[in-house]
């Protein structure tokens, strides 16, 4: 037996070849013309020993520029939020980390019950009435807003401003070829949409147009002037939020939002190097049966019984291809349990309360920064803002670079993205900062401009 963890004997490889019908592997492959196999050794190490292959596994581990050991201020995306231990507890419970899609009630009330909250807990924050089982993350449940949208009001025209994540915007023109939709972007003046290019763009073929508060740069859009631009040709408001800043403003549904997404990472969801996370989306009542994925219900059995099912699922898994309202096959629902943890631990007030360190922190940041780089945008902001590094200072990629050799993961650079924005910083702060951090932070950034 050569392999620990493949134990196949020499005599078993003997006998599945016998069955197959050929006297050795080389043949299983001689359909194969010669000359397009690869040929000689795989460039890839030997064989390790098992001692061996953790020391060097751990070896490759402590290159990574963690959250433990490195001071953020970078999020465009993924932040580094506090995540209550007793998260990593519940979900840690082989009953949710082994469960996976609830197809039998009888024996899945927990999992149901589960995401029945996190669906609630969406409801609550996002002020919409119905809300489904979680996405697979921000970006998809995105564009999964867009095919919702051209789809209720029986239009292919899609209007998104440039200041959603440039990610997100990728992924809903991907899914757009797909689907035929025609994907119009708006710019942007002083940090957030340009209203009258987006008036403009707004006609009688517009099925929706998505925007993103706060945006990529930190800034909050306002939504007062954008949804009676869209509601005024009835097509439909699409919101995407930062669900922690919710906290502190005004529900979406309040605003006037037909369909509400975002990531649930600020809510106890570890960055972990890019993911994964967890999407939510939420809608009005008058789309409930247009929604992605699929809902939990509450019911009660025949004594009376408060009860969970699986409901509405319009999916292709469940009923014919072409009627399914989405491809979306399956849930983050692990995920989705630490953000209804998260939710649940922190309570109205916490969660409050850390929107508002986010707020206030990210302020002291941008006032002490304000001294070594320009703010670049004046609009309102959450916990990120955006930075314009001096004239005649390293381009923004060498000083995060000089950052990081002082222990510091700098700011995101809009140039990759935005080449208007060269020598800009996206900086992000959360409630994991401190003050001394802040301030140490601003001298070593002045230092490596």
């Known amino acids: 037996m050569k392999h620990r963890y493949l134990p196949m004997t ?182 957030v949409t340009d209203l009258e290019q987006l008036a403009a763009a707004i006609d009688d073929d517009t099925a929706a147009v998505l925007v993103q508060t706060p945006n990529f740069f930190g800034c909050l859009e306002d939504i007062r002037a954008i949804e009676p631009l869209i509601h005024a040709r009835k097509g439909l408001l699409v919101m995407s939020v930062n669900p922690l800043s919710l906290g502190l403003l005004e529900s979406p549904g309040k605003l006037g939002a037909d369909v509400v997404v975002g990531d649930a990472q600020p809510l106890g969801i570890p960055a972990a190097f890019g993911g994964p996370t967890c999407g939510f989306f939420a809608v009005t009542e008058a789309l409930m049966r247009r929604i992605p994925g699929r809902i939990v219900g509450q019911t009660t059995d025949k004594d009376g019984k408060r009860g969970f ?68 945008f004046q609009a309102p902001f959450f916990n990120e803002f955006v930075l314009k590094l001096p004239e005649g200072a390293a381009d923004v990629g060498t000083v995060n670079s000089r950052l990081l050799a002082k222990g510091y993961l700098g700011g995101y650079d809009l140039g990759i993205h935005y080449p208007e924005l060269r020598g800009h910083m996206l900086v992000a702060v959360t409630e994991q900062r401190t003050k001394e951090e802040i301030d140490a932070f601003v001298r070593e950034l002045e230092a490596c401009i």
């Open 309 to 376: 099912v699986l409901t509405l699922q319009a999916r292709e898994q469940h009923i014919r291809r072409e009627k399914a309202t989405s491809n979306i096959c399956s849930n983050q629902a692990l995920l989705a349990l630490c953000a209804s943890v998260y939710m649940s631990v922190m309570g109205r007030e916490g969660f409050r309360e850390v929107a508002l360190l986010n707020f206030r922190k990210a302020r002291y940041a941008a006032e002490q920064l304000a001294q070594v780089a320009a703010h670049s």
């Open 10 to 191: 020499d005599e078993d490889q003997k006998k599945m070849l016998e069955v197959v019908g050929v006297d050795s592997v080389a043949a299983l492959f001689a359909d194969i013309p010669g000359e397009v196999r690869y040929s000689g050794a795989l460039p890839i190490s030997e064989a390790m020993s098992e001692p061996a292959l953790l020391k060097h596994m751990r070896e490759l581990s402590g290159r990574n520029a963690d959250f433990d050991r490195y001071t953020s201020f970078l999020g465009a995306g993924l932040y580094d939020h506090h995540v209550p231990v007793v998260i990593n507890h519940v979900i840690s419970r082989s009953e949710f980390y082994t469960a996976y899609t609830p197809y039998q009630p009888e024996i899945s009330q927990g999992e149901l019950q589960a995401i029945f909250e996190f669906q609630s807990y969406i409801c609550e924050l996002t002020g919409m009435k119905v809300a489904n089982a979680s996405m697979y993350d921000g970006a998809t449940a995105l564009a999964e807003a867009a095919a919702l949208a051209s789809g209720a009001v029986r239009r292919r025209k899609i209007v998104v401003t440039r200041t959603i994540h440039p990610e997100a915007r990728e992924i809903v023109r991907t899914s757009a070829r797909g689907l035929n939709l025609e994907v119009v972007e708006v710019g942007y003046k002083g940090g």
